[in-house]
């Protein structure tokens, strides 16, 4: 293998590894000869087992932070780290809130660029090649770090799929955090868990979205439960976020959440660009639309020409008939 080594962020969330940092290890442990994972948070040796199953070898460990923001002290700790000889051709960072605090920090820390929204990469001649989709998901550009390294990659979820290499536990190495000073003193003071019954929304295998053709607030009801019924998570366009019917944690979009679900069904959304970068890499897409010319029947592999108020309690009804 041309590339020797890669770090990736495995960021933690109730115990687990997410999901993203598995997609990442997945990718790494088919690109590099070594991949490391970098966690904190405390807990590391029971993460080793599932980090090492996708792929890790290793796992730096930068223990409990104390419930200070992560972002100033992991970049700290692997800047350090780096600087010390051991150098990685690449990190490997998820788009969540806290890796991109993390790689931003590590750039300037190392003065070396970092590439956002990351949708894949290829391997060429020892080099790593990243694709960004821009222009709304229209066109995928390609680009490749050709200065100092590591090359720093913060990658979009769902980019690649996560699989299990059946492998054994990391081992597990301490790192040491540096002293930062004025820097680190922010910390977490609450953590506010929004309620959900079914699946997160970026996980979900089957995604219901409602969009402005739902008419009130009220009707969105009808989208959760038909995505209920499925088991799956309901979705939003922004303009019923922007409308205040849903909270920004469902919009699916280029400023909300990617889904990447076998099956996403779209209630009245007419299908702009913004909407259907979110959504168009679902496997099967049902569109729901009284205009029959409506954008979003472009990338729907089943369009319903009809109204939702008609069309949604019906299916509600003939999903029930069959439980
Ligand atoms: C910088 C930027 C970022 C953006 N980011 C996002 C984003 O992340 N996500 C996102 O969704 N949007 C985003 N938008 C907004 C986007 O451009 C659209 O305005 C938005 O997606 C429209 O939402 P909608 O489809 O629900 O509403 P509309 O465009 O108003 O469409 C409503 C649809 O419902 C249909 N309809 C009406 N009544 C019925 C009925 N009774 N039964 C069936 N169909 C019916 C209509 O025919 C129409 O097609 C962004 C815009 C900008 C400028």
Request: hydrophobic share 45%; net charge negative.
């Amino acid at each position: 293998m041309a590339i020797d080594t890669i770090w990736v962020l495995a960021e933690q969330q109730d115990g687990a590894p997410v999901p993203t940092a598995l997609e990442l290890l997945t990718q790494a442990r088919a690109m590099a000869g070594t991949v490391k994972a970098v966690t904190w948070g405390g807990g590391a040796e029971g993460l080793a087992g599932t980090l090492g199953e996708y792929g890790a070898q290793v796992v730096y460990d930068l223990g409990d932070l104390g419930g200070k923001l992560p972002g100033p002290l992991v970049a700290a700790a692997l800047a350090e780290r780096v600087r010390s000889g051991d150098q990685p051709d690449a990190i490997f960072v998820p788009t969540t809130y806290d890796g991109r605090d993390i790689a931003g920090r590590l750039s300037a820390r190392l003065d070396v660029p970092v590439l956002t929204n990351v949708v894949g990469l290829v391997e060429e001649n020892g080099e790593l090649h990243s694709e960004h989709a821009v222009f709304g998901g229209t066109q995928i550009v390609t680009a490749r770090f050709t200065g100092a390294r590591p090359g720093i990659f913060v990658i979009r979820a769902k980019s690649f799929p996560a699989e299990s290499a059946g492998g054994g536990p990391a081992s597990v190495e301490t790192l040491t955090v540096p002293e930062v000073g004025a820097v680190s003193a922010a910390s977490v003071q609450q953590r506010h868990v929004e309620e959900r019954s079914g699946p997160k929304l970026d996980e979900a295998d089957v995604v219901v979205s409602g969009g402005r053709g739902l008419g009130a607030a009220e009707h969105y009801a009808l989208v959760e439960e038909l995505a209920r019924l499925l088991h799956g998570a309901a979705g939003a366009s922004r303009a019923i976020v922007d409308a205040g019917w849903v909270p920004y944690s469902h919009q699916v979009g280029q400023t909300g959440k990617t889904v990447k679900p076998t099956l996403y069904i779209a209630c009245g959304i007419s299908g702009a660009t913004q909407h259907l970068v979110g959504m168009k890499g679902a496997k099967h897409i049902i569109a729901i639309n009284k205009d029959p010319e409506a954008p979003i029947f472009s990338v729907a592999d089943l369009g319903i020409v009809g109204d939702v108020h008609k069309v949604l309690p019906k299916l509600i009804e003939a999903l029930k008939a069959r439980s």
